[in-house]
């Protein structure tokens, strides 16, 4: 608490009330993480429960000069909610309710730490559905979904977060409390506030409330997965698919040193296949029925080797397994992990894997890599083990990947944002003239510089 006067943190315990301020080393470390695993201690935590406290947190850090970094779950993966620059962490944990599902205007309205997952369960009790579908979604916040447009699997046919924010209330860095966009579908009065929140990684402001479209649930689901021979194989495959005209509502796929990985993490015998897609269809039963047969014929048409179906939720959960066991099988391979979430053009995934098998020879590292193939984002681990002299060659491969994504036509990141992690490389993607233009947005809301500083920009 080296930077707060004892005035200082009396005035927050003030706002908050003391229960709700942590000092303790333990807190301040345990709340400087997240899905990134870098740390830095924060010198306050803040517990506000109300959106009045947390503007009131806000004046004062804006009076104060104090940073301020907004934090959900802590699952992010660029390091957006760790405190590199101290001063108080504002945890929303306490802002949890789901306050309304509205069935005739679908929509629900939440504070901003409703869970993912919960509130996808809350809707589809009533035959409603919330797609947006982040592997964190255990976990992960709304608010921390909102805030760096997560993506998941039915993104393909969904789309990611920002698509279903329809309003939002936020508090500005000043302390001003402002509401955005509302419950209609449609909405073109005045600039897009709640799109421009929308990604903004806890920059531009806090968000302390959302209200989200919802969908009727689809009736009904199948899940089919195609074994290929290799990457390149199954990359034709997402080609083949695309120009059958099939709309999956996913489109995932595991290459081989992935499949190796998760079989080894099993205790599994190697696997057969060198790559893998898990293609699910939802829909009418009819429909679905259709579409799955026409998925297994592009397949085949391009040499895949094997298929399995899956009807019900248990046997899809049991094909879905494989990509579950994805993250804790990688981290059984090499402990350093250098996680991407590059995007190209759909067109340029086999150039894209072509150039990943070059990038791991030429830097010597490990890249399994699997993701979301109908979105062209994919997760490309560069991992190596723990020395000075392999955490540099990740880091050269690293540089190596980003400027082959940027030739290609893709983007540096696709669902986990810049945060700190990737801001060294911004330049790669942007010119000068449209960072100048992003600061001076981020200026318009934060004058003074206060929230989540250290973020996003080099
Ligand atoms: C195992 C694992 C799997 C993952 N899979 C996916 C995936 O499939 N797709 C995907 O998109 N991401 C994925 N992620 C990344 C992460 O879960 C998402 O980025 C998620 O949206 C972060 O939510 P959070 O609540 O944990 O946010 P946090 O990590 O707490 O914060 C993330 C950012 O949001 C800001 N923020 C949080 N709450 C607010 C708020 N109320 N107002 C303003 N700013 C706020 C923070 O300042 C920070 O910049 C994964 C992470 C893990 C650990």
Redesign the pocket.
């Known amino acids: 608490v080296a930077v707060f006067s004892p005035d200082t943190l009396a005035r927050v315990e003030a706002i908050v009330g003391a229960a709700y301020v942590r000092t303790d080393s333990d807190a301040l470390l345990a709340y400087g993480t ?2 990134t695993k870098r740390r830095a201690p924060a010198d306050l935590v803040v517990l506000p429960g109300t959106v009045e406290e947390v503007a009131a947190i806000a004046r004062l850090c804006n009076e104060s000069r104090v940073p301020l ?13 760790v405190p590199t620059r101290g001063g108080i962490l504002l945890s ?1 944990e306490r ?1 949890n309710r789901i306050l309304e599902i509205d069935e005739r205007d679908l929509v629900a309205v939440v504070e ?2 409703v869970t ?1 997952g919960d509130l996808q369960e809350a809707v589809e009790h009533r035959g409603l559905f919330y797609p947006p ?5 255990a ?15 039915r993104g393909f046919k969904y789309g ?2 920002g698509r279903y924010v329809l309003g939002l209330e ?1 508090v500005l860095p000043t302390g001003d409390i402002i509401h955005t966009g509302g419950r209609t579908v449609k909405n073109v009065v005045g600039y897009d506030l709640t799109s421009l ?1 929308v990604g ?4 531009l ?4 409330k959302a209200i989200l479209r919802l969908l009727p649930k689809p009736a009904h689901t199948a899940l089919v997965r195609a074994d290929f021979s290799d990457v390149s194989q199954a990359a034709r495959a997402v080609d083949a698919l695309l120009s059958a005209r099939v709309v999956p509502s996913t489109l995932e796929l595991v290459d081989g040193p992935s499949l190796a990985a998760v079989a080894r993490h099993l205790g599994e015998p190697p696997p057969a296949a060198g790559a893998v897609l898990l293609i699910e269809l939802d829909g009418q039963p009819d429909a679905v029925e259709e579409e799955a047969a026409r998925v297994t014929d592009a397949c085949r048409a391009v040499g895949a080797a094997a298929f399995q179906l899956a009807r019900t939720a248990a046997e899809r959960q049991a094909l879905w397994r494989l990509r579950r066991e994805l ?1 804790p099988a990688l981290r059984e391979i090499a402990p350093v992990k250098l996680n991407n ?1 590059i995007v190209v053009p759909r067109g340029r995934i086999p150039e894209l894997f072509a150039f990943l098998a070059r990038l791991a020879r030429e830097h010597d590292v490990l890249v399994p890599s699997f993701g ?1 193939a109908g979105d062209g984002n994919i997760h490309v681990n560069i991992m190596v083990e723990d020395t000075p002299d392999a955490r540099a060659r990740a880091k050269q491969a690293e540089q190596h990947l980003f400027e082959e994504v940027v030739r290609l036509g893709g983007v540096l990141s ?4 810049i ?1 700190f992690v990737k801001a060294p490389y911004l330049r790669l993607q942007l010119s000068d003239d449209e960072i100048a233009l992003m600061k001076r947005i981020k200026a318009a809301f934060d004058p003074n510089g206060i929230l ?1 500083p250290g ?1 996003i920009f080099p």
């Open positions: 997240d899905g970094v907004p934090r959900g779950a802590g699952t992010g993966y660029s390091g957006g909610a929303l802002l901003p730490c993912t579908d982040p592997a964190s979604l976990q992960s916040s709304i608010g921390g979904n909102i805030a760096e447009n997560a993506g998941g699997p990611t977060t936020a929140t903004s990684e806890g920059t402001a806090v968000v302390t993250s979430d979301h696709g669902e986990h944002g945060g989540n973020k």
